[in-house]
């Protein structure tokens, strides 16, 4: 039995828009990951049936998206997890509702012909709920599937975050966690790479010792060759400690001491593609 979902498409460096394209989908995978075709289908019934009876707008969320997403380890069984917006006074029993006012439509679409959260939001929604592990699972069958991409959830999370949003600071912790894992250069460092190139700056020279604070090494994410300009990256850290910041502001006073000019751009300058940190940039290479 075949059926159609969407899926979400977004390409590195666009901004704001998920491009939602038709795919086919094979139950019969459904084994491995927890529910046969046929109790899918039955409960895949079950919860159109309960969506159709609270009425739009209501869409299927955390592990129920997750689970019609095919993330792995997450199966599509009762109690169903629903979202309305905020203001709607509805209950069901058996099942959860939740409630929201920040549901855009970059954050929803279709699956199986139930309205559900994106792969994107359902992994920001998971982290309010979920542990370290369930959440990276999520995060790494999002990828592998190419529900989401890497620079698209950092842009929502960046988008979303507002003051109270239960989970974003683990999220990010663990996004970082897996990036180390990987090998490479941790996301935050290629994207603005990326942006350097898009706007037309010189390729900086990465991961670079510039001089010595007591009896450690000062290393910075980038230094423009040929100049004094270097660039610190503050990665995936929404709030630092009193020890980090003393240790930063040290940092940042031994380079400019040693006649450097050190800019720092947050990980919310880079994910937004900030005009700011290109007009900074611009002026300190101008000098």
């Known amino acids: 039995m075949a059926r159609s979902s969407r899926q979400e498409a977004t390409a590195d460096g666009q901004r704001g828009g998920s491009d939602l394209a038709l795919r086919s989908r094979d139950l019969s995978g459904f084994r491995s990951r927890g529910n046969s075709p046929l ?8 919860l159109g049936e309960l969506i159709r009876s609270i009425g739009a707008p209501c ?3 955390g592990v129920t998206s997750a689970a019609l997403a095919r993330f792995d380890g997450f199966v599509l069984e009762p109690p169903f997890h629903l979202v309305v917006r905020r203001g709607r006074s509805v209950s069901r029993v058996g099942h959860v509702i939740h409630r929201s006012r920040d549901i855009s439509r970059l954050d ?3 699956v199986d012909g139930i309205p559900t959260m994106s792969a994107t939001r359902t992994i920001i929604d998971l982290a309010a709920s979920e542990s370290r592990e369930r959440l990276a699972i999520a995060i ?3 990828l592998r599937d190419r529900l989401t991409s890497e620079n698209f959830l950092h842009k929502r999370i960046v988008e979303l975050r507002t003051h109270g949003r239960a989970g974003i600071g683990q999220l990010v912790s663990v996004l970082a966690r897996e990036e180390v894992i990987r090998g490479g250069h ?4 290629r994207r603005f790479l990326v942006l350097l190139a ?3 700056f010189p390729k900086p020279l990465t991961q670079v010792v510039v001089g010595k604070r ?7 994410d980038c ?3 040929d100049t004094n300009v270097v660039v610190e990256l503050l990665g995936y850290r929404f709030h630092r400690s009193p020890m980090e910041m003393q240790n930063d502001s040290e940092r940042l006073n031994r380079m400019t001491l040693d006649g450097l000019h050190p800019l720092q751009f947050t990980y919310t300058d880079v994910a937004s593609e900030s005009a700011t940190m290109a007009a900074s940039l611009r002026e300190a290479l101008a000098r």
Not at 186 to 189: I, N, P
């Open 108 to 110: 929803i679409g279709e």
């Open 214 to 220: 007591a009896a450690q090494l000062i290393r910075v």
């Open 223 to 225: 230094r423009f060759p």
């Open 198 to 200: 898009q706007w037309g």
């Open 186 to 189: 941790s996301w935050l460092e």
């Open 39 to 46: 109790i899918y289908a039955r409960n895949l019934l079950e």
């Open 140 to 142: 790494d069958s999002a």
């Open 59 to 61: 869409w299927a969320y």
